[in-house]
């Protein structure tokens, strides 16, 4: 774990971005008198108080960088999270892959019901929409729109939804997939929704599409490792500390990183990547702190 002043800016700026989100989604999703309650309180029992937040915090400090309202950084990354809780009540379902345990408590289809699961998931999904198509968000309808944009591409086949997809293939028909096949699909299922929260926070900066390159390429970099990070814990972990189930990857004979690799080849390929990552930002100062941070702190994480 991240240690010193650089350990102490992250661990404050992810508890106040956990804080902030939580309270967007306590707002949003308030239990209402009729038989809808269910669902509600099963979207705020795996939305609220749970998870590291990493990508709302990729949103708001990249937006940062272009002096962007904190209150509406908050809000686009409360959506990209929106997805995100979204995408793990469904990847936890028994039709996908079919886990008890998440955050360290009892997946939503065990403390609910399925059904009760894949509507939570589908209602979270409308909801980020809803947040980005908001005029509390952006009251620039272009802004708006590019926001909508990006995480829609980002979640559908061509990014989340796709990479999951290949990985299921994978797994049901017993597909050994290479190292260039492995790093295309992490960059979708992974990769795609970590990069749209960078794209994100400089759309809400109106900066020009040409001046997000640098952007882009640290958000490829950390996507890549974040998802070795995963390989590695996956192998190597603490399950009370992950608060989820591990070694199912090796279990199921799953290619990753690791088992293409090897772990020490793979660790450094991760290192490999944050130090590139954080070259990106070369061009920033200061106000970039916590995106390498972040970054540092995706390679060290223990959960």
Avoid: W
């Avoid at 017993?174 to 492995?182: F, K, M, Q, R």
Wanted: net charge negative; glycine share 8%.
């Amino acid at each position: 774990m991240l240690v010193g002043i650089e350990g102490d800016l992250l661990g404050d700026s992810l508890k106040r971005v956990q804080r902030e989100v939580d309270a967007v989604f306590d707002a949003l999703l308030p239990v209402p008198s009729d038989t809808r309650a269910r669902l509600v309180e099963a979207m705020r029992y795996a939305a609220i108080g749970g998870g590291k937040r990493v990508r709302p915090l990729l949103v708001v400090s990249t937006a940062e960088l272009f002096g962007v309202s904190r209150d509406a950084a908050i809000r686009a990354g409360t959506a990209v999270e929106a997805i995100h809780v979204y995408s793990l009540i469904h990847d936890d379902l028994p039709c996908m892959d079919d886990d008890d345990l998440r955050h360290g408590k009892p997946t939503l289809h065990h403390k609910f019901d399925e059904a009760t699961a894949v509507l939570a998931g589908d209602s979270l999904h409308a909801l980020a929409f809803e947040i980005l198509a908001e005029e509390k968000t952006s009251s620039d309808p272009f802004t708006r729109s590019e926001l909508i944009l990006t995480l829609g591409t980002a979640s559908g086949m061509n990014g989340m939804a796709g990479g999951q997809m290949m990985d299921m293939v994978a797994d049901e028909e017993g597909v050994d997939y290479d190292l260039h096949t492995v790093t295309r699909l992490q960059q979708l299922k992974t990769g795609a929704l970590l990069a749209a929260s960078v794209e994100m926070g400089a759309i809400l900066g109106k900066a020009p599409p040409e001046g997000r390159g640098h952007l882009r390429a640290y958000a490829r970099d950390i996507g890549l490792a974040f998802q070795i990070a995963d390989d590695l814990l996956d192998v190597e972990g603490d399950v009370e500390k992950a608060g989820k189930a591990l070694r199912k990857d090796r279990e199921q004979g799953k290619q990753t990183f690791v088992s293409l690799m090897g772990v020490d080849k793979a660790r450094e390929q991760a290192r490999a990547l944050v130090d590139q990552a954080i070259a990106h930002l070369s061009s920033h100062g200061k106000e970039a702190d916590t995106l390498r941070a972040l970054a540092r702190f995706i390679v060290e994480r223990d959960r």
